[in-house]
């Protein structure tokens, strides 16, 4: 039904894709919140306390990292790469910066942190997008490598063990609070204020990819790089710049993931690099490029949150959580594969 | 001001643009070698505002290099570009910002993005001198997109607007890409064999869009290996052979047979290849054929030795009868016999077991491993019968079938182990109809066989269906060639709406009845 009245004409099958499931293929991101008021209503009938105002804060507060991450490998997906270093990325910063604020400058206060590990974040990212452009290699390959560099850094030459002292202002930011609820049963529900990093991140990638020609050339370049270099979109400056965004991302989630836990382990966030891409793609972003949407990677953010979390409230073990993503996974692939064939 | 082309000034439409003094463009001496292999010599070249250009030449003739020239992606190693009069050396956003749009095949649009941000983003992005930490001035994206679209006659309403381009079909698609050069303020829209995936009615749009074009004084230059075509929409010609420009004139003081000569250096026949009865013992039945959606009820019969031409337009259903006849995309209803035996054809593999020949229509996409050697795509489709027992590929056994072939045929590949892109347009296509012939098939379905294939090669292509035919092999030609069909069929069927519509008699219908058969309905 988008189709213009020229297309449906010339191509009398498509209109047959009507319905809900035509629909929700032509609006991915609509699919996501299907399946989010699907698995919220199922989830509160059978545990009140789904809807509880303790619940809903902490599902937020476990957003924040997986959001950060989630929009920063959308906007390399959206430009045709793919990203698998920014949990190292972010792993790096967080305990360096956490350990060496420690050591050397306690008193740093927390905005400084936060800058050191956007411009770390965005020089690492930087070295990704320079990799890749350079050796024509794809991302995927280039990006696993650095990975294992970074990750073998951090261990061989800052340290393996976890970090329990960490610096006051650092502490402080994770405790801010923007709202505060009393529940019935007398607990209090605190909303941190870190969620509005998400918020702002959100707003910022948005602008960027819709209102800027940068995020256009990000889609071009994701849509089809030799065209896009034959109109004059610099493949070099986008690919660094994707990458470079990306990592930014990592090095403030990295932070917040220490803030929010009050420790920082030099073994954490490994590993979650799959739930990221499953969120991303979750959103309706292809995993081939030139696509997806702010909204809809953080629909998949909360969708995978959601199962990650409440599925416990319903009496599921939590085993059983990678199962249900899965299953999603393989879902939203069919139902999009089917828009590609069409 | 260049006497190295005397008829130039004979245009009356170039004087009637005030702001053109000199010519739009000026192409002094270029030369460009690929590892010390020529492939322009000493190209000179003018291009005045308001007239049409066709660049013809056989493949390899070093067409392609001179227009990446002139778009900026190619420097040339010698020689002189002017502007203007200017002298100026080009990259892409330069040759953008200096009115110089390239409309290759692919038509260059972002699949991904919307008609708007195709018609009207390359307008920011070549303003801002390719920059990209800009912000969009959205309401002149759209301003300057609707003025465009309306200019090539394309609806303006916001749900077309923001349709993404690959929902949109060829047709439509070219006339975004004209658009975006109206949009960017282009001096010259080069179009590289704008028509081959067109039909005619879609072809006469172009030519009217073009027509526009020239009134606002744009230069168009056509790439094109249609001379039917190019002398309809007449103009000026340049001819290329070798790297070097042969030729150039009005294209309507000369005829097609003397373009042609110049092209290739050899005269062509422009005769019927078709000779001779056909009507030996019934090869192939079709009954009742029909694929839901697409086409059906369809009904036909083919002796060996004959040659069936089908023709329609894009939405008849003769590409998806192609694609049933072989397998591709099986029908689900009515017969297929081969030889008396009923086929049920439900993958390509069971029609290459039948005996099935296929060449599809895309050979890019549907056909060639374009990274491949020439020697594996041929082979590709009997690679069964060339293990040994340890079940590993004899490559002594495949050298030889594709060296076989590849004379047969007469594939020009400097080696058959270089990969199968480097061959001309008009060789891959052999390469294609070689590996079809590897399975000794008693059906060939030839799938638009000389689509984006020069003069030269169209000739030595014709030869080889007639001579198939003439060994006994039935042929289905399925084209929108018209004079392809008409040199080379017994019988042409030309489908409507998913039926067949009308039958003809190749050696008696002509041109014009077979076009309106065609648009019949419409």
Redesign the interface.
Known sequence: MSNSTMTASDRPTQTSMAGLSGWLIRHPPLFTLLLIVLVSLVIGAISPQFWQVANIFDMARASVVTGLFGLGFLVVLAAGGIDMSFTAIAALLMYWLTTATASYAPWMPMGVVLAAAAVGGMLLGMCNGLLVHYLKAPALIVTIGTQYVIRSFLLTFIGTELFVNIPMSIEDFGKYEIWRVSTDNGSIAILPAYVLVLVVAGIVTWWILNRTLMGRAIFAIGGNSDIAERLGYDLKKVQVFAFAYSGLLAGVAGMLHVSSNRLANPFDLSGTELGVIAAVVLGGARITGGSGTVAGTLLGVVLVTLVNNVLILAGIPSTWQAFVVGCFIVLAGALFATRERR | MNSQNPSRSVNPKAEADPSAAGPFLELRGIHKRFSGVYALRGIDLTIEAGQIYHLMGENGCGKSTLIKVI?G?LTPDEGSILIGGREVVLS??GA?SAGVE?V?Q?L??????SVA?NTA??Q???E?G???????D?TRLMETAVRALSAVGL?T?A??C??AVE???IA?RQLVAIARAIATDAKLVIMDEPTSALTKREVENLIGVVDQLRAHGVAVLFVSHKLDESKSIGGRFIIMRDGAKVMEGNIADHSKSELGYWMTGKTLDVVRYRHGAHGGEPLLDVEHLGRA??FSGVSFSLARGEIIGITGL??SGRNELARALVGVSPADAGVIRLAGQPLTLRRPIDAIEAGIGYVPEDRLSEGLFLEKPVRSNIVAEVLGQLVNRFGKIDVGRSRSLAAKIAAELQIVAANLDNPVQSLSGGNQQRVLIGRGLTINPKLFVLHGPTIGVDVGSKDTIFRIIQKLAGDGMGVILISDDMPELLQNCDRIIVMRKGLIAETFEAETVDEDTLYRSLLLER
Do not use: C, K, M, W
């Open positions: 778009s992606a892409p956003i953008l390239t290759y692919d260059s649009l972002l699949p991904n993005l941000e983003l390359s920011q992005l070549v801002s390719g920059h990209l930490a800009r912000r969009i959205r609806p309403d749900r077309f923001a349709t929902e949109l079909p439509t959606g697409a894009l939405d």
